[in-house]
């Protein structure tokens, strides 16, 4: 009877363990889903600005006049300095396929390394 009171700490902490385990499978799941969202958003963004990097510098980038062109349809002063669209445009690629990339390797250690997803 002794010996079965000894191991009830051992099982407790077993338990224990499995229990943080768990814990952290969820969290890189998580993790793993929020990475991904987070290069759904960007893809989004960078989409987005690409579209201005368009309509608003590569558009009329042949008819600028020192740095600037007035639309006489629009009525607009189309500058040469949103050409910045285009940079924002790239680091908002950069940004959904690195975190898709890491979104998408984050794997359970637990499970031999099958993907965090698959819980």
């Keep these: 009877m002794n010996e079965l009171l000894d191991?009830?700490?051992?099982?407790?902490?077993?338990?224990?363990?499995?229990?943080?385990?768990?814990?952290?499978?969820?969290?890189?799941f998580l993790l793993s889903k929020a990475l991904l969202?987070?290069?759904?958003?960007?893809?989004?963004?960078?989409?987005?600005?690409?579209?201005?990097?368009?309509?608003?510098y590569l558009k009329w980038v042949s008819v600028f006049e020192g740095g600037r062109y007035f639309d006489p349809e629009t009525e607009t002063v189309i500058t040469?300095?949103?050409?910045v669209y285009g940079v924002f445009s790239f680091a908002a690629l950069?940004?959904?396929?690195?975190?898709?990339?890491?979104?998408?390797?984050?794997k359970d250690r637990k499970r031999g390394g099958e993907k965090a997803?698959?819980?």
Excluded: E, H
Aim: hydrophobic content about 50%; aromatic content about 10%; charged content about 20%.
């Design 7 to 28: 191991a009830l700490p051992c099982i407790k902490r077993i338990s224990r363990k499995a229990r943080v385990t768990d814990q952290m499978l969820n969290v890189r």
């Design 37 to 56: 969202l987070i290069s759904a958003l960007s893809l989004v963004l960078c989409l987005f600005t690409g579209w201005l990097f368009y309509a608003r």
């Design 80 to 83: 040469d300095t949103n050409s």
């Design 94 to 106: 950069l940004i959904s396929v690195a975190s898709w990339f890491i979104g998408s390797k984050i």
């Design 117 to 119: 997803d698959s819980v």
